[in-house]
């Protein structure tokens, strides 16, 4: 028996990393595509760009709300195949749409779909697990996505010279090889088909709850690295293009080179287990983000910009599995935890959007990195003063 499970351990191991590789390819390419399109088809600003490309996180995280009390009864296999046929169906509303109101439908009912995603591929990947076997899954998981993120900036960018419109028929290709990768999966090997879902497993094994507190940092951190990575792809390819005069396939390039970085650093941390449960990395990271967005304020050419994305790849990787691993870690509704892990990089998600297209517009670039930069600092050493508050209060109990 045993290898049997272990067999279909390693099968469900690749069959979700291989799915989240696809997946978050083809979600980033739209999102790229979504920018030039919007400008180029409905002449939108930069403001407005910054509030149609915030619709879809914005249904996100409410849809990812208001279904935490729902999806914990349903096998997340169901609820993947789900999200994959919904994301599809509006992409091809977008696309097939001439009228910007419509469009708006479709990206609000494609963030909706998507939250029946990425909370679900990651409480099934890391059900039962602890330790190292959870760092280990978690960092698979977060090197495939993030693969396909890296990829898909540079591929987006060479589709959308061809068209606008050519990035999102590509991606209901690509939607529909994943949801067949998951319903092929579910159908030829019972061990996956047989997963229960997160509410029957909770009562039929009597898990106990040992959650670490350090998660709170690490949410902390996760939005505001979440906000940079926003105005990284919604707000830097304009500026790149309308003031820099850098191609479309170069700022792919560049954005290549931060998913370059984000992907060697999942791998590189899923080895090691030195900042697991330690405060002093969490906090390091946020101060690090800061410094480099401050650095990167009088930045014009490409070679810097390479240098301050591969630093930025680098530390949201950390920021990322610091998050997920803590978040985690102990937890017994690990669903609730990821949904919470999702609502709040959706939060920086939507901040970076909206707040820095808005400033972008009406004040410069430079200037919101600036701001960006300042907020970080102020953020970590917030949290620096409530940890020795709680430190001190701790000592005095003892």
């Given at each position: 028996m045993q290898p049997t499970v272990h067999k279909t351990d390693t099968i469900q191991f690749w069959v979700l990393n291989i799915a989240s590789f696809l997946a978050q390819l083809t979600i980033a390419m739209v999102n790229l595509a979504l920018v030039y399109h919007l400008r180029s088809f409905y002449m939108l600003g930069a403001d407005q760009i910054g509030i149609a490309a915030s619709l879809s996180p914005a249904t996100y995280l409410f849809f990812c709300i208001l279904g935490s009390r729902y999806t914990v009864h349903f096998r997340p296999r169901h609820l993947v195949e789900l999200s994959l046929a919904g994301m599809a169906v509006s992409v091809l509303l977008f696309l097939l749409t001439?009228?910007?109101?419509?469009?708006?439908?479709?990206?609000?009912?494609y963030g909706a779909f998507m939250s029946l995603l990425w909370p679900q591929?990651?409480?099934?990947?890391?059900?039962?697990?602890?330790?190292?076997?959870?760092?280990?899954?978690?960092?698979?998981?977060?090197?495939?996505?993030?693969?396909?993120?890296g990829i898909s900036s540079y591929i987006a960018g060479l589709l959308v010279e061809v068209s606008t419109t050519t990035p999102f028929v590509v991606s209901l290709?690509?939607?529909?090889?994943?949801?067949?990768?998951?319903?092929?999966?579910?159908?030829?090997?019972?061990?996956?088909?047989?997963?229960?879902?997160?509410?029957?497993?909770?009562?039929?094994?009597?898990?106990?709850?040992?959650?670490?507190?350090?998660?709170?940092?690490?949410?902390?951190?996760?939005?505001a690295l979440y906000s940079g990575m926003s105005v990284i792809l919604t707000i830097f390819p304009l500026y790149a293009k309308e003031v820099l005069h850098i191609s479309e396939s170069q700022?792919?390039?560049?954005?290549?080179?931060?998913?370059?970085?984000?992907?060697?650093?999942f791998l590189v941390l899923g080895k090691l287990e030195f900042w697991h449960f330690k405060?002093?990395?969490?906090?390091?990271?946020?101060?690090?983000?800061?410094?480099?967005?401050?650095m990167a304020v009088s930045f014009a050419t490409v070679g810097p910009y390479a240098l301050f994305f591969f630093l930025f790849g680098i530390l949201f990787a950390f920021a990322y599995d610091?998050?997920?691993?803590?978040?985690?870690s102990g937890s017994v509704n690990r669903s609730n935890r990821m949904i919470i892990h999702e609502v709040l990089l959706t939060i920086g998600t939507i901040l970076g959007a909206v707040g820095g297209g808005y400033i972008y517009e009406k004040l410069s670039f430079s200037l919101l990195l600036r701001m960006i930069g300042f907020a970080a600092l102020v953020l970590v050493g917030l949290e620096m003063l409530l940890a020795l508050l709680l430190e001190r209060r701790k000592m005095r109990r003892a």
């Amino acid at each position: 028996m045993q290898p049997t499970v272990h067999k279909t351990d390693t099968i469900q191991f690749w069959v979700l990393n291989i799915a989240s590789f696809l997946a978050q390819l083809t979600i980033a390419m739209v999102n790229l595509a979504l920018v030039y399109h919007l400008r180029s088809f409905y002449m939108l600003g930069a403001d407005q760009i910054g509030i149609a490309a915030s619709l879809s996180p914005a249904t996100y995280l409410f849809f990812c709300i208001l279904g935490s009390r729902y999806t914990v009864h349903f096998r997340p296999r169901h609820l993947v195949e789900l999200s994959l046929a919904g994301m599809a169906v509006s992409v091809l509303l977008f696309l097939l749409t001439s009228t910007l109101g419509v469009a708006y439908v479709a990206l609000a009912s494609y963030g909706a779909f998507m939250s029946l995603l990425w909370p679900q591929i990651e409480a099934w990947f890391s059900r039962g697990k602890e330790g190292a076997a959870l760092n280990r899954v978690a960092n698979a998981f977060n090197f495939s996505w993030s693969f396909g993120v890296g990829i898909s900036s540079y591929i987006a960018g060479l589709l959308v010279e061809v068209s606008t419109t050519t990035p999102f028929v590509v991606s209901l290709g690509l939607f529909g090889v994943v949801f067949l990768l998951i319903f092929l999966a579910s159908a030829l090997v019972p061990g996956i088909r047989a997963v229960s879902s997160e509410h029957e497993d909770n009562k039929t094994n009597g898990k106990v709850d040992a959650s670490t507190p350090l998660r709170f940092y690490a949410w902390a951190g996760i939005i505001a690295l979440y906000s940079g990575m926003s105005v990284i792809l919604t707000i830097f390819p304009l500026y790149a293009k309308e003031v820099l005069h850098i191609s479309e396939s170069q700022t792919g390039l560049l954005l290549l080179v931060r998913g370059v970085a984000t992907c060697v650093s999942f791998l590189v941390l899923g080895k090691l287990e030195f900042w697991h449960f330690k405060r002093r990395y969490i906090f390091g990271v946020q101060l690090l983000f800061g410094l480099i967005c401050l650095m990167a304020v009088s930045f014009a050419t490409v070679g810097p910009y390479a240098l301050f994305f591969f630093l930025f790849g680098i530390l949201f990787a950390f920021a990322y599995d610091q998050s997920m691993f803590h978040g985690a870690s102990g937890s017994v509704n690990r669903s609730n935890r990821m949904i919470i892990h999702e609502v709040l990089l959706t939060i920086g998600t939507i901040l970076g959007a909206v707040g820095g297209g808005y400033i972008y517009e009406k004040l410069s670039f430079s200037l919101l990195l600036r701001m960006i930069g300042f907020a970080a600092l102020v953020l970590v050493g917030l949290e620096m003063l409530l940890a020795l508050l709680l430190e001190r209060r701790k000592m005095r109990r003892a």
